[in-house]
């Protein structure tokens, strides 16, 4: 069922005439809170037979959204489907920077003297080795470093309860900072939905 909701999806943008696209669509339901300055970045999949296409549609995208520090860059691809990441640059540098942050992704193999491209060249590699899914994703991705680390402790066993990730510690700030994430995700969704490309909506 889920399948055929995609395709459905997929068909009605292609056949749109006001220029919005797959890649609105789904910057729009999975980037929102990045895209709005609300979040480092987020982490999407699609299925690998829109490769072709979405690599045009990105390249196209990051030509604007480049001059307001956005960027997409694939993390890792398999036989079904390609995974990507949409990061705020500065937004990400400043919070990987961070001293417990910093800490954190020492602990995780990361070198402290890397920038920020450097670190996520590491993380695309873990991504690649089929090693599994690299916990330290949690930390580019915005989490706090208390639900990074709750979840490389206790799985999901002991989280107080799950929003866009398991929350072991701060609940009061988490359930707020998700409202805001519903927010700009409510918001991008129904800018696509009137039309307007993700550019257009954010005046890029």
Known sequence: MEKQKGN??????RQRKDGVSILDHMLAMHSAPTLMGHKTA???????????????L????LQKSRLKGIYI????????CVGVLVYNRSMLAE??????????????????????????DILRERFESGSGFPHEIGLFLGYPPADVMGFVRHGAKKAKFCGYWQVYGDEKA???????????????????QK??????????
């Not at 459905?8 to 943008?13: E, G, H, N």
């Not at 990105?58 to 995208?61: D, H, K, L, S, V």
């Open 95 to 120: 919070y990987l920077s961070r001293r417990s942050h910093a800490a954190l992704l020492d602990w995780f193999g990361y070198g402290r003297d890397l920038e920020v491209e450097g670190k996520l």
């Open 58 to 61: 990105i390249a196209g995208f």
């Open 174 to 192: 988490s359930r707020k900072q998700f409202g805001h994430y519903n927010s700009c995700r409510q918001y991008l969704c129904s800018q696509v």
């Open 195 to 204: 039309g307007f490309t993700i550019a257009q909506a954010l005046n890029i």
């Open 42 to 56: 987020n982490l999407f999949n699609y299925k690998i037979a829109l490769d072709a296409e979405m690599r045009i």
């Open 8 to 13: 459905r999806t997929v068909r009605y943008i």
């Open 73 to 80: 860059r694939t993390m890792c691809r398999c036989e079904n």
